[in-house]
C-alpha cells in the first residue's frame, strides 16, 4: 500500500473484504496520487500513478478550477493521501514552475467523493498550456491565512458578458466569520490598489497562464457595483480582503500581503476583478487591411472602444497583438450617432 491506508481503507476495507482481524483491501490500489513541487508533501502538481508511471492530470479543456468536477478530482486525490480538505489551487513556495506546451497526461472524472482515486474514470489525455492541477491538502479546515479559495467569479450579462476567465472575484464563505453572513450572501477582495500582480496571482490559482492576466478596471465603476453603499463610496462590509499586495509569483493570495475581516477598508467600496485570458481585437471597416476601427471581444459579442483617452500607446498595443507593423502607428477618430452603444 502506498503511505499510509487511506480513511477510505479503514472505513471499507474490512465490510467488503471479510476480513476478522487484519484490514485489507479488495479494490485497485495501483493508481495512486502524489504531490510534487510544493513545499510540503500536501501541497502541488496532482500526478498519478498510471500503468507503471507518474502521469500529470489535466484539467479538461474550456474548464478551470471553479467546475465542480475540479474539486471533486481534489477531494479524491487528498482524501487518498489522507487528508480530511482539499482546495483546487497551491500555496507557498514552489521547486518547478507550471509547465506551458502540450503535455501527455491523464484527465480523471471522479463522482464518488470522499473515495479515493480508485472510484474515477481514467482518460489518456494532453495538458494544454497551464491546464493542470495543482491542488492542496489539510487535516483541518484551512483558515484565510492558510489558503484563499476563491469560490466563483460575478460574470457582468447583458452589457459586459464575460466567460468564466473573467469576472469579480469571490471568496468563499467557508472562510467569513459568521456574524458577517447575517447582511450578505457574497464577499469580495477591494478594488483598491488591485493591480496586475495579484491579477497574476489569481489568475494563476485559476489554472490559466498569468502572462495574460490583467486587472479589470471596469467593475469598479458605480453603475456596475452590487450594493447601494458602494454606489454611494462608502465602506462595505461585503468587502471582506483588502490592501492585497502580490509579487506576481505566489501560486495563492494567501501568501500575500492583506488585511482582511475587521481590519479591511474599502473607502470606494470597489471589487477586485480579473480578465485572465487574452482578449481577441479586430480592425473593422478601414481602407486596408492594417487599418479601421477597433473592436475588442467580450463574450460573444464584438464593442467598440471609446476614444476618450486613446492615443499611440494604445494604438500600438493593437498592433502588436494583430502582428502588423506598430513602429510609425497613427490614431484617428470617427463620430457615431449618440445613440450608438457598442463601446465600451
Known amino acids: 500500500m502506498f503511505r499510509r491506508a487511506s480513511p477510505w481503507h479503514y472505513k471499507y476495507a474490512l465490510d467488503e473484504c471479510g476480513a476478522s482481524h487484519v484490514q485489507i483491501s479488495c479494490v485497485d490500489t495501483l493508481m495512486r496520487p502524489r504531490l510534487?513541487?510544493?513545499?510540503?508533501?500536501?501541497?502541488?502538481?496532482?500526478?498519478?500513478?498510471?500503468?507503471?508511471?507518474?502521469?500529470?492530470?489535466?484539467?479538461?479543456k474550456y474548464k478551470n478550477s471553479l467546475y465542480p468536477s475540479s474539486k471533486d478530482v481534489a477531494e479524491a486525490a487528498c482524501y487518498s493521501l489522507g487528508y480530511k480538505y482539499s482546495k483546487v489551487g497551491a500555496h507557498g513556495s514552489f521547486d518547478q514552475k507550471r509547465e506551458q506546451g502540450r503535455t501527455k497526461g491523464i484527465?480523471?472524472?471522479?463522482?464518488?467523493?470522499?473515495?479515493?482515486?480508485?472510484?474515477?474514470?481514467?482518460?489518456?489525455?494532453?495538458?494544454?498550456?497551464?491546464?493542470?492541477?495543482?491542488i492542496s491538502c489539510f487535516d483541518q479546515q484551512p483558515e484565510?491565512?492558510?489558503?484563499?479559495?476563491?469560490?466563483?467569479?460575478?460574470?457582468?450579462?447583458?452589457?459586459h458578458d464575460y466567460h468564466?476567465?473573467?469576472?469579480?472575484?469571490?471568496?468563499?464563505?467557508?472562510?467569513?466569520?459568521?456574524?458577517?453572513?447575517?447582511?450578505?450572501?457574497?464577499?469580495?477582495?477591494c478594488g483598491t490598489g488591485w493591480g496586475i500582480n495579484e491579477a497574476r496571482v489569481?489568475?494563476?490559482?485559476?489554472?490559466?497562464?498569468?502572462?495574460?492576466?490583467?486587472?479589470?478596471?471596469?467593475?469598479?465603476?458605480?453603475?456596475?457595483?452590487?450594493?447601494?453603499?458602494?454606489?454611494?463610496?462608502?465602506?462595505?462590509?461585503?468587502?471582506?480582503?483588502?490592501?492585497?499586495?502580490?509579487?506576481?509569483?505566489e501560486y495563492n493570495?494567501?501568501?500575500?500581503?492583506?488585511?482582511?475581516?475587521?481590519?479591511?477598508?474599502?473607502?470606494?467600496?470597489?471589487?477586485?476583478?480579473?480578465?485572465?485570458?487574452?482578449?481577441?481585437?479586430?480592425?473593422?471597416?478601414?481602407?486596408?487591411?492594417?487599418?479601421?476601427?477597433?473592436?475588442?471581444?467580450?463574450?460573444?459579442?464584438?464593442?467598440?472602444?471609446?476614444?476618450?483617452t486613446w492615443d499611440v500607446n494604445e494604438a500600438k498595443v493593437i498592433c502588436q497583438q494583430l502582428g502588423l507593423p506598430y513602429g510609425n502607428v497613427s490614431t484617428y477618430e470617427r463620430k457615431f450617432r449618440k445613440d450608438d452603444w457598442s463601446f465600451i
Open 36 to 60: 510534487v513541487g510544493g513545499q510540503s508533501n500536501s501541497t502541488g502538481l496532482l500526478e498519478v500513478w498510471y500503468k507503471k508511471t507518474w502521469k500529470k492530470v489535466c484539467i479538461v
Open 107 to 134: 484527465s480523471l472524472e471522479c463522482s464518488f467523493n470522499f473515495e479515493g482515486l480508485h472510484r474515477c474514470s481514467v482518460t489518456e489525455a494532453y495538458c494544454h498550456d497551464y491546464k493542470m492541477y495543482f
Open 144 to 159: 484565510l491565512t492558510d489558503f484563499v479559495d476563491i469560490k466563483d467569479q460575478v460574470r457582468f450579462y447583458f452589457w
Open 164 to 189: 468564466s476567465n473573467a469576472g469579480v472575484l469571490v471568496i468563499n464563505s467557508e472562510h467569513i466569520e459568521t456574524h458577517y453572513k447575517i447582511y450578505y450572501d457574497q464577499f469580495f477582495i
Open 202 to 249: 489569481a489568475c494563476r490559482h485559476l489554472g490559466y497562464d498569468p502572462k495574460n492576466a490583467a486587472a479589470d478596471t471596469f467593475s469598479k465603476y458605480t453603475c456596475y457595483a452590487y450594493e447601494p453603499d458602494a454606489q454611494n463610496k462608502t465602506p462595505s462590509t461585503a468587502i471582506y480582503m483588502s490592501d492585497v499586495v502580490c509579487s506576481g509569483d
Open 253 to 308: 493570495l494567501a501568501d500575500c500581503s492583506f488585511n482582511y475581516g475587521d481590519n479591511a477598508s474599502c473607502p470606494d467600496g470597489t471589487r477586485a476583478s480579473v480578465i485572465c485570458d487574452e482578449v481577441s481585437v479586430r480592425l473593422r471597416s478601414g481602407k486596408t487591411a492594417k487599418s479601421g476601427i477597433v473592436e475588442i471581444r467580450i463574450g460573444r459579442m464584438w464593442w467598440r472602444i471609446c476614444s476618450s
